[in-house]
């Protein structure tokens, strides 16, 4: 269980008690340790946030690269594998846990990403990573399976021109927290960006009930977007199946041919091995959605800043 929060105290200095009879001072040049104070401070600063949050890293999918850069990278690199601890989860556990801390202003630490409908929801930051292993922003591709374009042309031309802002994708998001299920947020999303969706669509001729099959990871932009697009294929005539899975069999079955595509693919970093893995088998589109970031996540109110802050020296 998460401990409460408690704020750090400033070190005060003791001053020394008159004695009773004489009222005696203490002698002037009596040595102060200077460093003994700041030293004990510099490790209560070090170890009390591993203390307040049991040493534990809430994550998500194993499997996920987010969490294979936090265990095999960061967690070594920094120097904290032998304190803390990252739990496999998922998307939508993490951010439970994430809503339940923030609710009571105790502390957490999580593994996150943006865009994501919690740093709109929460007054949230990134720790900074100086040593960059989480690299810089990523961005979301399509991936589809080999033969897409010729078996289904018409998809494969909305697919290659899906592309749209963090501040689009972020907003669904935001309808799907509020309540709205991921469909009607989808078409609310479409009937209000016409503008947007008719570059997806130009060119693209109408069909009749073609099966398609869209494969997504239970992220929440990756609902969204799956959502999204889906409705738009939905409206030129596809028959379209949503399919959940994990990372890996998401890209297995792209790969395999059992699903037709998906739109949530992060690169080059966080699902960089499935990428190797599977070279070859698939088709890149290219990115439908720039400016992501990963990283640990936090409260505001936490008084910490940096993974470096994490060390317990």
Same mark, same amino acid.
């Given at each position: 269980?998460?401990?409460?929060?408690?704020?750090?105290?400033?070190?005060?200095?003791?001053?020394?008690?008159?004695?009773?009879?004489?009222?005696?001072?203490?002698?002037?040049?009596?040595?102060?340790?200077?460093?003994?104070?700041?030293?004990?401070?510099?490790?209560?600063?070090?170890?009390?946030?591993?203390?307040?949050?049991?040493?534990?890293?809430?994550?998500?999918?194993?499997?996920?690269?987010?969490?294979?850069?936090?265990?095999?990278?960061?967690?070594?690199?920094?120097?904290?594998?032998?304190?803390?601890?990252?739990?496999?989860?998922?998307?939508?556990?993490?951010?439970?846990?994430?809503?339940?801390?923030?609710?009571?202003?105790?502390?957490?630490?999580?593994?996150?990403?943006?865009?994501?409908?919690?740093?709109?929801?929460?007054?949230?930051?990134?720790?900074?990573?100086?040593?960059?292993?989480?690299?810089?922003?990523?961005?979301?591709?399509?991936?589809?399976?080999?033969?897409?374009?010729?078996?289904?042309?018409?998809?494969?031309?909305?697919?290659?021109?899906?592309?749209?802002?963090?501040?689009?994708?972020?907003?669904?998001?935001?309808?799907?927290?509020?309540? &709205?299920?991921? *469909? $009607?947020?989808? +078409? @609310?999303?479409?009937?209000?960006?016409? !503008? /947007?969706?008719?570059?997806?669509?130009?060119?693209?001729?109408?069909?009749?009930?073609?099966?398609?099959?869209?494969?997504?990871?239970?992220?929440?932009?990756?609902?969204?977007?799956?959502?999204?697009?889906?409705?738009?294929?939905?409206?030129?005539?596809?028959?379209?199946?949503?399919?959940?899975?994990?990372?890996?069999?998401?890209?297995?079955?792209?790969?395999?041919?059992?699903?037709?595509?998906?739109?949530?693919?992060?690169?080059? &970093?966080?699902? *960089? $091995?499935?990428? +190797? @893995?599977?070279?070859?088998?698939?088709? !890149? /589109?290219?990115?439908?959605?720039?400016?992501?970031?990963?990283?640990?996540?936090?409260?505001?109110?936490?008084?910490?800043?940096?993974?470096?802050?994490?060390?317990?020296?």
């Amino acid at each position: 269980m998460l401990k409460k929060l408690l704020g750090l105290t400033t070190a005060t200095a003791l001053a020394f008690s008159l004695a009773a009879c004489g009222g005696e001072e203490p002698a002037e040049d009596a040595p102060v340790d200077e460093t003994e104070g700041t030293e004990e401070a510099t490790e209560e600063t070090a170890t009390h946030v591993g203390e307040d949050v049991d040493f534990t890293i809430v994550g998500i999918d194993p499997g996920a690269g987010l969490m294979n850069i936090t265990i095999n990278q960061v967690l070594p690199d920094y120097g904290l594998e032998d304190d803390w601890n990252v739990i496999e989860s998922s998307g939508a556990a993490m951010a439970a846990s994430l809503a339940s801390a923030y609710e009571n202003e105790e502390p957490i630490i999580v593994t996150g990403w943006s865009p994501h409908w919690k740093f709109s929801d929460f007054d949230l930051k990134y720790l900074e990573d100086p040593l960059n292993l989480y690299g810089g922003a990523e961005d979301v591709h399509t991936i589809a399976r080999l033969g897409l374009d010729e078996d289904h042309p018409n998809a494969y031309q909305v697919l290659d021109q899906f592309q749209w802002e963090p501040e689009h994708i972020e907003y669904v998001m935001a309808l799907i927290n509020e309540g &709205t299920s991921p *469909a $009607d947020a989808a +078409e @609310q999303f479409v009937e209000e960006n016409a !503008d /947007l969706v008719a570059t997806w669509t130009e060119g693209v001729d109408s069909v009749e009930g073609d099966d398609f099959t869209f494969l997504y990871v239970a992220w929440d932009d990756v609902i969204a977007s799956t959502n999204v697009i889906a409705h738009v294929l939905e409206t030129v005539g596809y028959d379209v199946t949503l399919t959940q899975v994990d990372a890996g069999p998401m890209w297995a079955g792209v790969a395999s041919g059992s699903g037709d595509a998906t739109v949530g693919a992060w690169l080059p &970093t966080t699902h *960089a $091995d499935y990428y +190797e @893995q599977y070279d070859g088998d698939f088709i !890149d /589109l290219g990115s439908n959605l720039h400016g992501t970031a990963l990283g640990l996540v936090v409260p505001t109110y936490m008084d910490i800043d940096s993974i470096e802050d994490l060390v317990v020296e």
